[in-house]
């Protein structure tokens, strides 16, 4: 027919489509640890430099330790007062149960001798355990690293006062390699993921999802991360959850306080069905709608469900099938109802 405009269309096929969200978050060390010490005292050395990675284990203050020296010696000495105490008092128990068969002595005598064993042996044990307590004290002198990492700036010099589990802290260690990525979602996008996944439209293969990372200036963090886990709560002021995600840092690229984007592999919908944005309208109710051309070559309106993009594309949920023809080119030119000529398009083909 003369008269019959020509339209554009892209017949619907299915497809594997990578689901992917992304979104805003901040780099956090993947363990913070604050230096504080255990004992009281005069600090004598700070023995690190501020800004430098320290091993576990490693003194980075050190407490006057002549006090706490003392108190072991004193200890040590009590103990070995209790021990010497220990043979004669042992000697004359075990000799009194022998003279008490030929009744040298009483029970009464015995039972003394025995007493008085028992008391020297708590004596000892007390004595063990007052050492083991000096011991540990001027161990503390000895202000170490807790965990391994970058230590910051020292708040106190040589020469300080420090208090016993003081509340300001002496430094702070953080572990920079690997670090943490905390990014937050919408509820309502976390639903929605979680229904795909449960209905089977969407499904995941892996047991930790991939992520990848956009750093501020717009370049692209070389290493991927795996997302750990989710908050089980959603912030009442935002209505978001939290999903803290892990990246391997060797070269401290990231810093706890960087803003990035995290780009969040969702999973996989096998049998995609993606419509290039330009041939979606919305109907006077507010629903997405497409314009296809049906079997007998005539406008039919189509409303569909596409609740995301991926990339140019919509991503349908219902309303087309694979072989569906839609308009993407000529709508102006035709009406529901009205037959069409179809011819494929071929300017711009939809994004995979």
Do not use: C
């Amino acid at each position: 027919m003369a008269g019959t405009p020509e339209v554009s269309v892209i017949t619907i096929e299915t497809q594997r489509v990578t689901l992917s969200t992304e979104l805003s978050g901040r780099v956090a060390a993947s363990l913070t640890a604050e230096v504080r010490p255990q004992v009281g005292g005069i600090i004598q050395n700070r023995l690190f430099t501020e800004g430098s990675d320290v091993k576990a284990g490693e003194v980075l203050y050190q407490i006057d330790p002549a006090s706490y020296q003392a108190a072991h010696d004193g200890a040590q000495a009590a103990l070995a007062k209790a021990e010497a105490n220990l043979l004669p008092v042992k000697l004359k128990a075990d000799r009194y149960k022998e003279l008490l068969t030929s009744e040298a002595v009483s029970g009464q005598d015995l039972d003394d001798a025995v007493a008085a064993l028992k008391l020297t042996e708590a004596d000892i044990q007390s004595a063990k355990a007052s050492l083991e307590a000096a011991r540990i004290n001027l161990a503390y002198t000895k202000v170490t690293a807790p965990i391994s990492g970058r230590i910051g700036r020292s708040s106190v010099t040589n020469g300080a006062l420090v208090t016993a589990s003081q509340p300001t802290p002496l430094a702070t260690i953080q572990q920079l390699d690997p670090v943490y990525v905390d990014v937050t979602q919408s509820s309502s996008d976390m639903l929605r993921l979680r229904k795909a996944l449960e209905s089977g439209r969407t499904t995941t293969s892996e047991k930790q999802a991939k992520v990848a990372l956009t750093l501020d200036d717009g370049s692209q963090y070389p290493q991927p991360g795996i997302l750990k886990f989710t908050e089980a709560f959603v912030d009442e002021s935002t209505g978001s959850v939290t999903l803290r995600t892990l990246f391997p840092n060797p070269k401290l690229t990231l810093l706890p306080g960087m803003f990035v984007r995290a780009t969040l592999e969702e999973g996989v919908r096998e049998q995609g069905i993606l419509v290039p944005q330009r041939g979606v309208t919305r109907n006077p109710a507010g629903s997405a709608m497409v314009m296809t051309v049906g079997a007998d070559e005539k406008v039919e309106p189509r409303v569909i469900q596409a609740d995301r993009t991926v990339g140019e594309n919509w991503l349908v949920n219902e309303g087309l099938k694979p072989g569906d023809r839609v308009i993407l080119e000529g709508l102006q030119k035709a009406r529901p109802g009205t037959p069409v000529k179809a011819v494929p398009f071929e300017e711009k083909t939809s994004g995979h």
